[in-house]
C-alpha cells in the first residue's frame, strides 16, 4: 500500500504563486510514476503532471511553462510549483501513485491516491 499527502494549497491571485506537496509513505516498491491531478467544480478530473523516479518529467500542455514538477528522494516529496497562476487553474489538486512507469497522465492509469488541496485563483 501507498499513502500520499497534499499540502499547499491555498488562494491567490492571478499571476501569483502556490507550491504543493505530496508527500509519500508505504512500500517503496510500489512508488513508481508520481502524478499531480486536478478537478474543478463541475469538470471531470484531468492530468496536470508526472515525474519518474530518474527524474524525467511530464506536463499537460496548459501547464507546460508555468508548473514544475520535482522530487525530493531524501524527504519522499514531490512538489509542484505553481506560477503565474490564472483563474482557470482552480481547482482540488490531487496526487497520485502509479506502480508503473507511465507518462500517460491519465487517472485511470494511477492506482493510490491523496485527499487533495484546494488551489484558488482569483481575477
Known amino acids: 500500500q501507498v499513502q500520499l499527502e497534499e499540502s499547499g494549497g491555498g488562494s491567490v491571485q492571478t499571476g501569483g504563486t502556490l507550491r504543493l506537496s505530496c508527500a509519500t509513505s508505504g512500500d517503496k516498491a510500489l512508488i513508481t510514476t508520481v502524478g499531480w491531478f486536478r478537478q474543478g467544480a463541475g469538470q471531470e478530473r484531468e492530468g496536470v503532471a508526472a515525474?519518474?523516479?530518474?527524474?524525467?518529467?511530464f506536463y499537460a500542455d496548459y501547464v507546460k511553462g508555468r508548473f514544475t514538477i520535482s522530487l525530493d528522494n531524501a524527504k519522499n516529496t514531490i512538489s509542484l510549483q505553481m506560477n503565474t497562476l490564472k483563474p482557470a487553474d482552480t481547482a482540488m489538486y490531487y496526487c497520485a501513485d502509479s506502480p508503473h512507469l507511465t507518462s500517460t497522465l491519465r487517472s485511470r492509469d494511477f492506482e493510490y491516491w491523496g485527499r487533495g488541496s484546494q488551489v484558488t485563483v482569483s481575477s
Open positions: 515525474i519518474y523516479p530518474s527524474g524525467t518529467t
